[in-house]
């Protein structure tokens, strides 16, 4: 812990655009055939380093079978928030889950990152009996904790129940659970992210285990039952405000990504456009958003439940040249 906030935090993108240049990126290594570990590899990005491009440190895990995917740190900007009772965390930890296994691995990357080393593992039997999800996949860091989000429910196919997001202590790192009290429409899930300041989350939904495990289902692609809505939350009362469906066009809702300015109220959301339902089997595919400029803000404006802006997050988003931050529970703070 450190006495003044972090100083890789910072207040808004362009302070962060700024700020001097990371000298190490992180990148995860698997192996395809769950032959040996998957690995978390140091890659020097220090110009004018002997070393600059190369790998120079590795952390293998203990495990086979794993399946990294995304991951993030432990805090980021948004520990900055006056409320949340961390301002003083450190982005130090990076948070690596592992989707097939359901495995989670928290590395410490000091005192140096050619020194990085497993700080903790969070066996699945964890994860299953706090949250009923598994297949965790993205991580998020946030005002209040690590938020990650899965891509299966319980059960040993993962569709016991649906998919969602669940939080983690951001210092301990202890499952807490479920993030979600009332999911609404919500039955799948892929991606998220949010406006801090004015207190929404936006989340996409792509498939489930089933679907994508053992590789893509034509059957189901051709029937539209993968993924194609949008769902929109009021972050602070964990609630889902309304779902919007992309269309049969617009089959499994990707990532979704802010325009990186809490002044903004519009964000972009990736698909992959389904040629077989347009019509005219010859009509190229129109490559405009399926969300209009103003959905975000016209999502949350009509919904007097749902808190605008929020006086309890000052916090902005941030990009580093390491991996993102994290995600975050109740009252806590993290990177992705």
Avoid at 151 to 178: N, Q
Avoid at 216 to 244: C, K, M, S
Avoid at 321 to 332: D, F, K
Wanted: hydrophobic fraction near 30%; aromatic fraction near 8%; proline fraction near 9%.
């Amino acid at each position: 812990m450190t006495m003044r906030p972090d100083p890789t935090f910072h207040a808004s993108p362009k302070l962060a655009m700024e700020a001097p240049s990371e000298d190490h990126a992180y990148t995860v290594l698997l192996s395809p055939g769950f032959s040996k570990p998957d690995a978390l590899a140091v890659v020097d990005v220090k110009p004018g380093s002997p070393t600059y491009s190369l790998v120079v440190h590795v952390v293998e895990m203990p495990n086979t079978g794993d399946e990294f995917h995304h991951f993030g740190w432990n805090a980021c900007s948004s520990s900055l928030s006056p409320l949340t009772g961390h301002a003083f965390l450190e982005r130090r930890y990076l948070i690596i889950p592992g989707m097939r296994s359901s495995r989670i691995y928290v590395v410490d990357t000091k005192p140096h990152p050619t020194q990085a080393r497993i700080h903790k593992i969070i066996e699945p039997q964890e994860v299953f009996r706090k949250t009923g999800y598994s297949r965790p996949h993205t991580v998020h860091c946030g005002p209040e904790g690590i938020y990650v989000s899965t891509l299966g429910g319980g059960g040993k196919d993962g569709t016991d129940g649906p998919p969602g997001i669940f939080i983690m202590d951001c210092e301990t790192f202890d499952v807490l659970g479920r993030w979600e009290i009332d999911r609404g429409a919500q039955q799948k899930a892929y991606d998220f992210w949010w406006n801090l300041p004015r207190d929404y989350m936006v989340s996409t939904e792509w498939a489930l285990p089933p679907q994508f495990e053992n590789g893509i289902v034509p059957e189901d692609l051709l029937a539209n039952r993968y993924g194609h809505r949008a769902h929109f939350w009021d972050l602070r009362a964990r609630r889902n405000v309304q779902t919007i469906d992309l269309g049969a066009n617009h089959q499994m809702a990707l990532e979704v990504r802010p325009a990186h300015d809490p002044a903004r109220e519009h964000g972009f959301i990736g698909v992959v456009i389904d040629t077989t339902n347009l019509e005219g089997s010859r009509r190229r595919p129109s490559r405009q958003s399926p969300l209009p400029r103003s959905c975000f803000r016209r999502c949350f404006k009509d919904s007097a439940s749902c808190r605008r802006s929020s006086p309890t997050s000052t916090s902005r988003w941030t990009t580093s040249s390491s991996t993102s931050p994290a995600g975050a529970p109740e009252r806590c703070a993290n990177t992705t």
